[in-house]
Nanobody
Framework: EVQLVQSGGGSVQAGGSLRLSCSYS??????????MGWFRQGPGKQREGVAATSPGLSTLYADSVKGRFTISRDNVTNTLLLQMNRVESDDTGMYYC?????????????????WGQGTQVTVSS
């Protein structure tokens, strides 16, 4: 089983930056093979995909975060990162990392098996 432990997040003013981290533990073969992503769930909203990265495929971003957020993955330190720049009030929500993409829409939460515990991001205007 894959364990995902998130860190980062917190409160930030609009226009500022935050970085989220997701540490994962699994043998190195899995690390190189499976896709991972970041998702968020705003107040009263459904969970939505933010960004995804998969070996052999280009990174994928939701239209709402393109040009502002960057997903990256370090298979040496076993860490998935989400750099959030020029944040907006609509970026407020609980953020989750996800692992083991099983095919299909990489920004759909239904296509991932493992989830982190979530971390809150609050953007104030």
């Amino acid at each position: 089983e894959v364990q995902l432990v998130q860190s980062g997040g917190g409160s930030v003013q609009a226009g500022g930056s935050l970085r989220l981290s997701c540490s994962y533990s699994k043998y190195s073969e899995w690390n190189a093979r499976y896709g991972m992503g970041w998702f968020r769930q705003g107040p009263g909203k459904q969970r939505e995909g933010v960004a995804a990265t998969s070996p052999g495929l280009s990174t994928l971003y939701a239209d709402s975060v393109k040009g502002r957020f960057t997903i990256s993955r370090d298979n040496v330190t076993n860490t998935l990162l989400l750099q959030m720049n020029r944040v907006e009030s609509d970026d407020t929500g609980m953020y989750y990392c996800a692992a083991q993409w099983n095919g299909g829409d990489r920004l759909s939460p239904w296509t991932y098996t493992y989830w982190g515990q979530g971390t809150q991001v609050t953007v104030s205007s």
